[in-house]
């Protein structure tokens, strides 16, 4: 993911976060360590350590917290992630209630 489209994110505990790219792309991104008061920030940073404008788990690329203290927070991993997957992501974290939760059951008569 180009660091420089980076449009909106959504942080689903302390080690993981949904980033938004252009359009309809998200992406997972895991934290190597957890981010302390990452979950009450609007905003954050992204840092391209090694400046080839791609957010990776590869050349000390990181995100950047500023709660309290400014945290450089190494990337473990990312990954491209369909409309599916953020729902099931969302659910797994807590943030959402599954669709299938929400359907109301009408007895047979």
């Given at each position: 993911m180009?660091?420089?489209?980076?449009?909106?994110f959504e942080v689903l505990d302390e080690r993981n976060l949904i980033i938004q790219g252009p359009g309809d792309t998200a992406y997972h991104v895991v934290l190597t360590l957890p981010a302390n008061?990452?979950?009450?920030?609007l905003?954050?940073?992204?840092?391209?350590?090694?400046?080839?404008?791609?957010?990776?788990?590869?050349?000390?690329?990181s995100i950047i917290v500023e709660g309290v203290l400014t945290q450089r927070v190494p990337i473990r991993s990312v990954e491209r992630i369909d409309e599916t997957d953020v729902e099931a992501l969302q659910?797994?974290?807590?943030?959402?209630?599954?669709?299938d939760d929400a359907v109301t059951r009408i007895p047979i008569q």
């Open positions: 180009l660091s420089r489209v980076v449009r909106d008061d990452i979950e009450t920030e905003m954050i940073g992204v840092l391209d350590n090694d400046g080839d404008g791609r957010i990776c788990p590869f050349g000390g690329d659910v797994q974290f807590g943030r959402i209630e599954s669709a």
